[in-house]
């Protein structure tokens, strides 16, 4: 009986530990720098600071007071969507997004998994120019690309990474306007009732359904660093997972 308590206290002190590593606050991040006072105050109105904290591997394109003038005549719902467009389901930072070396990458954000976007509107295209500049914009056929990645304001490898971008991504209209199932659309079915616009999703493996799609977007780019992070993530979540299987079988 002593040394099952004293393999539990064990088995809660590696769970917690393991789920204690991943926490990080982008509200505290963002309160270091006076610049994105604005920006931080519109993540805590729409609720999705607490939503990027419950994520593990996250990037937030982050916008400076004086690009944040959209934002001010509309509404709170309106505003959710766009900011989750510059939450990207992955760690990205600037040494990452140098390496493209030129290429382009579509990347997947909290917006694609709110079930509200519609064909490519919930990804965002990130390319390395010629020049040398990473360009930002939505990944619908045919937008521009004029966010300019401007610097990092924080990186936490590989839980965390704010960007500061020059200006928002606007959401662009997807493929024809009235599509009705387009049949060349890449993307799985959403889910029927998506009018309960919610983030709040298990807070067990963050990007177990939206990662294939990363990883099938990005498959051509020939990226393998970020994939082999996030399988040690999954691999540290199935361990605590099912150890706590194991514990509750055995009681
Ligand atoms: C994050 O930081 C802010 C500002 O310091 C604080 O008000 C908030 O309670 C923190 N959130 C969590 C979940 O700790
Ligand atoms: C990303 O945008 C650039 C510039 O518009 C374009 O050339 C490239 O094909 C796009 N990448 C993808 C994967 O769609
Ligand atoms: C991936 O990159 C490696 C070297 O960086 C290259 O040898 C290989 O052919 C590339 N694979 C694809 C599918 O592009
Ligand atoms: C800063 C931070 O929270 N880092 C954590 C990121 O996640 C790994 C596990 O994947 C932890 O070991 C780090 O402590």
Known sequence: MSSSSASLTLFFFFASTFLNAHAFNITRILNLNNEFSTFNNLLSQTG???????RQTITVLALSNDAVSVFSDQSTEDNKKILSLHVILDYYDIKKLKNLNKKSVILTTLFQSSGQAK???GFINATVMSNGDVMFGSAVPGSILDAKLI????????NI????????????NPEGPSDHGSS?????????????????????????TTK???AAATAKA?????VSAITTHNLAFAFVI??????????
């Open 242 to 251: 099912s150890s706590f299987w194991f514990f509750i079988t055995v009681w």
């Open 151 to 158: 610097d990092s304001v924080a990186t936490h490898p590989y």
């Open 119 to 121: 064909g490519q509107q």
């Open 161 to 172: 990474s704010v960007l500061h971008i020059s200006s928002y991504i606007p959401i662009m």
């Open 48 to 54: 999705l600071a607490s939503t990027i904290n419950s």
């Open 184 to 208: 060349s659309s890449p993307l799985p079915p959403q889910p029927p009732g998506d009018d309960d616009y919610t983030y709040d999703e298990p807070p067990s493996p963050p990007s177990s």
């Open 222 to 226: 020939n990226s393998t660093s970020g």
């Open 212 to 214: 294939p799609v990363v």
